[in-house]
């Protein structure tokens, strides 16, 4: 089993910055990975990243690009979603995901594990 631990959300205003992190722990594997998701109030679930934590290039959707990023720790099975210049519309729960492979994060069944999820409120 695995466990992943979400912290980081909160309220900020538009165009500020808001830091979130997701710590797995238990028993993952060589090839695990992990991810972000958003889901706001009436909209389907987005993914914005996804990163497999031993190597690769993460990848970012459309609505990440340029002002998401996400961070691996070099001792941890822990990543990072630093999102800068916010808008309303990022309001959302972000949900902590992650997957046994690196293909897990994009099966249409969704990835393995899922955190609590951590609420970001973008005010204008």
């Known amino acids: 089993q695995v466990e992943l631990v979400e912290s980081g959300g909160g309220s900020v205003e538009a165009g500020g910055s808001v830091r979130l992190s997701c710590a797995a722990s238990g028993h993952t594997s060589r090839s695990f990975s992990m991810a972000w998701f958003r889901q706001a109030p009436g909209k389907e679930r987005e993914l914005l990243v996804a990163v497999a934590l031993n190597a690769g290039t993460p990848y970012y959707a459309d609505s990440a690009k340029g002002r998401f990023t996400v961070f691996r720790a070099s001792t941890k099975n822990t990543v990072y979603l630093q999102m800068n210049s916010l808008r309303p519309e990022d309001t959302a729960v972000y949900h902590c995901?992650?997957?046994?492979?690196?293909?897990?994060?994009?099966?249409?069944?969704?990835?393995?594990?899922w955190g609590q999820g951590t609420q970001v409120t973008v005010s204008s």
């Open positions: 995901a992650g997957g046994r492979t690196y293909g897990s994060i994009f099966d249409p069944r969704g990835p393995d594990y």
